[in-house]
C-alpha cells in the first residue's frame, strides 16, 4: 500500500456529508505541520450548518519576494443514496477490481491525499522551497458554497495575501489521469421569475387572466434567444429552464401566478448585467406583469496558457506521456471564488466518470501518476 492510497482511505472512512468535515482537516493539518505549514481553522455558518475550512501555508525562502501556489480542494462529499445498492459500504474504503471504493473515492478526497504526499516527498529532502506552498481545503463545495471557499478568498484578500498559481483537485479526466485540464469555467446565474394573474374558475376565463398563457409567447422567445456565439475557449451561453410551479392542485381553477426557476450558463462573451438587461426586456415588452428575483453563482474564469498551464502540461507528459486537453466544459467548481483572488487557477484531477454516483471508485492505476504530477509541478514553480 502507498502512502497515497492509505492516506485516501483513512478520508474515505470519515462520513464528511456537507457540511460535516468530521475530522479531515485536523488529521490533514497535523501532518502538514509536520512539514513546517502554519495551518488556521476559519469556521462560518450557522450552528446548524457550521463549516469548516482549512487555510494551511509554508512560506518560502524568498520571504516578501515569494509568490504562492495554492492547491484547493474540499473534504465534504455528497450524500451516498441507498448504502444497500453499493458493493461495499461507501465510508469502508474498499480495493476489489484494481480499484479503490467509496464516496469521495473520485471527488475528492484522493486529490487531497495526492497532493499532501506529494509535498512530503518533494520536502523529504530537507529542500526549503523558494515560493509559498498552500492549501485551501473546504467542507462546503458540495452543498451552497456560502460559508466555504469564498470566505478564505475574502480573509486573504482582506489582510492584502496575495495568491499567484492554484489547482483545483477536482477529478477531470475522462478516461485516465492527465487526458484533460479545465483551465476555465462558465458563469451560474440563477432567477425565479414568478408572473401574476388573476385566479378564476376555469369555466368563467373571461372572469381571469391565466399567467401560465400570458407567459408562454415570453417563455418560447427566451428559449429561442441566442445570447451571444461563445468563443475559441467557450460554447455560446446557454439558458434553461429547471422548474415550472403553478395552479392550485384543483382541474378546475385557473391560478393566480406561476412560478419558473431558470438557470444561465454563460461564457466571458456575456456578463450578468446584459443577460439580465435583455431577460426584462423581453417580459416588458410582453407586457407582464412579474416579479423576477436573481442569483448570481459564480462569475467565468480563464486561465489562458502561462506559467501555471504550461508546467502542468509538463508535468503530465513527463509522468504519464500523455499531451493534455485544455477544456471549460461541465459545471461550475470553487475556482470560480479562488479567481477572483488568483490570476492562474486551473483544475486537475483524476477520472471523473463514477463522481456522485453509486460505487464511487478510482482506479489504483490512477492514484500515483497523479501525485507525481502533483510533486512535479509544484516543484517546477516553487523550488
Known amino acids: 500500500m502507498t502512502a497515497t ?43 446548524d450548518f457550521r463549516v469548516t475550512n482549512l487555510w494551511a501555508r509554508l512560506d518560502g525562502s524568498l520571504g516578501a519576494e515569494a509568490r504562492t501556489f495554492v492547491f484547493a480542494g474540499h473534504t465534504d462529499v455528497v450524500p451516498t443514496g441507498p448504502v444497500e445498492q453499493w458493493g461495499s459500504h461507501p465510508f469502508k474504503p474498499t480495493v476489489r477490481d484494481d480499484r479503490l471504493y467509496g464516496r469521495g473515492a473520485s471527488d475528492m478526497k484522493t486529490s487531497i491525499a495526492a497532493f499532501v504526499v506529494a509535498v512530503e516527498e518533494l520536502l523529504a529532502g530537507g529542500v526549503r522551497p523558494r515560493h509559498n506552498i498552500a492549501l485551501l481545503i473546504t467542507s ?56 401574476k394573474g388573476v385566479q378564476g374558475h376555469i369555466a368563467y376565463p373571461h372572469l381571469a387572466r391565466n399567467p401560465i398563457h400570458l407567459l408562454a409567447p415570453a417563455l418560447a422567445e427566451l428559449v429561442a434567444i441566442r445570447w451571444d456565439e461563445g468563443n475559441d ?18 382541474t378546475n381553477v385557473i391560478p393566480g401566478e406561476v412560478v419558473v426557476d431558470f438557470n ?55 509522468e504519464t506521456g500523455l499531451v493534455t ?44 501518476p497523479l501525485k507525481n504530477v502533483y510533486r512535479r509541478l509544484v516543484g517546477a514553480l516553487t523550488l
Open 325 to 368: 486537453e485544455l477544456s471549460t466544459s461541465g459545471g461550475t467548481s470553487d475556482g470560480r471564488f479562488i479567481a477572483q483572488v488568483c490570476p492562474q487557477v486551473v483544475e486537475f484531477g483524476p477520472p471523473n466518470a463514477t463522481i456522485h454516483k453509486i460505487d464511487e471508485h478510482i482506479a489504483l492505476a490512477d492514484i500515483e
Open 264 to 318: 444561465f450558463r454563460f461564457c466571458t462573451e456575456s456578463t450578468p448585467e446584459s443577460l439580465q438587461q435583455r431577460v426584462h426586456e423581453t417580459l416588458h415588452r410582453h407586457q407582464l406583469d412579474f416579479d423576477l428575483q436573481w442569483t448570481l453563482g459564480g462569475l467565468p474564469f480563464l486561465t489562458p496558457r502561462g506559467a501555471l498551464v504550461d508546467a502542468l502540461e509538463k508535468a503530465i507528459a513527463d
Open 233 to 250: 475557449f467557450f460554447p455560446p451561453t446557454s439558458w434553461q429552464v429547471s422548474n415550472i410551479h403553478g395552479g392550485t392542485g384543483a
Open 5 to 47: 492510497l492509505a492516506l485516501a482511505q483513512d478520508l474515505i472512512a470519515r462520513p464528511s456529508v456537507t457540511p460535516q468535515d468530521m475530522g479531515c482537516q485536523d488529521m490533514l493539518a497535523q501532518r502538514l505541520q509536520a512539514l513546517g505549514f502554519v495551518c488556521e481553522t476559519l469556521e462560518s455558518g450557522p450552528d
Open 140 to 195: 462546503d463545495e458540495e452543498g451552497p458554497g456560502r460559508d466555504g471557499t469564498v470566505i478564505v478568498c475574502q480573509a486573504l484578500k482582506a489582510r492584502g495575501e496575495p495568491l499567484e498559481w492554484c489547482v483545483v483537485g477536482e477529478p477531470t479526466a475522462t478516461q485516465r489521469t492527465g487526458d484533460t485540464i479545465k483551465n476555465g469555467r462558465r458563469g451560474t446565474m440563477s432567477g425565479r421569475l414568478t408572473v
